[in-house]
């Protein structure tokens, strides 16, 4: 049976691998975001979509939480 995590306990909690280079790449589009946005004659709407979809790629992979294994393995 899963169980079921609080959200502190999915915050603090250890984070899977492939989630944690997710969230590097996230953090990544943000700060590529906000950099455009200093540069004059590049439209306000791309570092706007850059920063939004770079954050909340970082945010919903910090909620990812790792399996342990289970109690209910085979034994050989």
Same mark, same amino acid.
């Given at each position: 049976m899963e169980k079921k995590y609080? +959200?502190?306990e999915r915050l603090t909690s250890?984070?899977?691998a492939f989630f944690k280079?997710? =969230?590097i790449f996230g953090i990544g589009l943000a700060t590529l /975001? /906000?950099?455009l946005a200093t540069v004059p004659g590049i439209p306000a709407k791309i570092p706007t979509i850059? *920063?939004?979809v770079g954050t909340s *790629? @970082? @945010?919903i @992979? =910090? +909620?990812a939480v790792k399996q342990s294994e289970s109690d209910n393995s085979p034994k050989q």
């Open positions: 609080s +959200f502190l250890d984070t899977p280079k997710a =969230q /975001g /906000g950099s850059l *920063i939004s *790629i @970082a @945010a @992979a =910090q +909620f």
